[in-house]
C-alpha cells in the first residue's frame, strides 16, 4: 500500500507562512487537528473572488453555489453551469468531475435508479 501524504501551504494576512505535513497512517481526526489548530493561529482563507481558471474549479463554484446543503444530479449542475457562465460543457465532463470529487472525499454520490444523486461533504463543527 502507498504510503499516505497531504500536505498543506497556507500563508497569512500578514505575510507569515505555513507549511503542514502529515505522512503515514492519516486519520480524520488528525486533519482535524490541524484545522483546528489553523483556527487557532486565526489563518483563514482570505480569498475574495473564487479562481475561477479550469472548467473544475467552475463546477466546484456551482456545487458550492448553489447546492451547499441538498441533493443534485450531474444534469443538474450541466443547466446551472451553462446558466452561470454562458459556455456550453457536455455532460461526460461534468460527471468527470464529480466522480474525481467523489474519490477525493469532497463530495458523496449514491446510486438512484438510472443515475448518480451526489450531496457535498460538510465537515461537522465542534460547538465550544
Request: glycine share 4%; charged share 35%; net charge neutral.
Amino acid at each position: 500500500m502507498a504510503k499516505k501524504r497531504i500536505r498543506i501551504d497556507l500563508e497569512d494576512t500578514d505575510g507569515a507562512k505555513y507549511n503542514f505535513n502529515i505522512e503515514g497512517n492519516i486519520t480524520r481526526d488528525k486533519v482535524l487537528k490541524i484545522f483546528e489548530l489553523m483556527d487557532l493561529m486565526n489563518i483563514e482563507d482570505q480569498e475574495e473572488a473564487p479562481q475561477l481558471d479550469s472548467v473544475g474549479a467552475k463546477i466546484w463554484h456551482i456545487v458550492d453555489k448553489y447546492f451547499p446543503m441538498g441533493k443534485f444530479t450531474s444534469t443538474e449542475i450541466l443547466e446551472k453551469y451553462e446558466d452561470e457562465y454562458n459556455e456550453p460543457v457536455k455532460l461526460s465532463i461534468i460527471s468527470t468531475y464529480l466522480a474525481r470529487f467523489n474519490t477525493k472525499g469532497r463530495i458523496n454520490r449514491l446510486r438512484n435508479g438510472r443515475e448518480w444523486v451526489y450531496q457535498l461533504v460538510k465537515i461537522p463543527q465542534r460547538a465550544d
